[in-house]
């Protein structure tokens, strides 16, 4: 049962298609732990050319849809949400442990270590039928639109 679905994400994450990477939330405790959910699909973008003929999901969209998840966490905490927009400001001890192919379901659990109103930092793990895929230390600056030049 979704707690989010790809609406309300998307009325959160100024993310979308082909780079919305999470469908829905199902488990939310604000400010300290959320978990999303991807259905992989044989149809992502980027299975196009990682590998024809034998397609996993890259280890860094796995972060990115970690970092979408951790994302949400945090701008549900801004009332003026509408005006910010996350960036990775840094990705610590990666690891990447079970390739993810079409058909899975990707579990991405993310784990607040730090939610400020500027400077977040998170834990993600991401992975498929209790197997850990990728894991890894997110932070993430929450700035304004207005800043970011065009």
Do not use: W
Request: neutral net charge; charged residues 25%.
């Amino acid at each position: 049962m979704a707690i989010l679905d790809s609406l309300a994400i998307q009325a959160i994450l100024p993310h979308r298609y082909p780079f919305l990477l999470v469908d829905k939330i199902i488990e939310l405790e604000p400010r300290v732990r959320i978990v999303g959910i991807k259905q992989v699909t044989i149809n992502e973008h980027f299975f196009t050319g990682h590998f024809p003929g034998a397609p996993v999901m890259p280890g860094v969209l796995q972060i990115e849809a970690l970092a979408q998840v951790g994302a949400i966490l945090a701008l549900r905490e801004f009332e003026d949400r509408d005006s910010k927009i996350p960036f990775f400001s840094g990705i610590n001890d990666a690891k990447f442990r079970h390739p993810v192919v079409p058909g899975d379901t990707l579990r991405l659990e993310v784990t607040a270590l730090r939610i400020g109103s500027k400077v977040q930092k998170m834990r993600g793990v991401a992975s498929v039928d209790g197997k850990v895929t990728a894991e890894a230390e997110i932070l993430c600056i929450i700035a304004n639109r207005s800043d970011v030049k065009e």
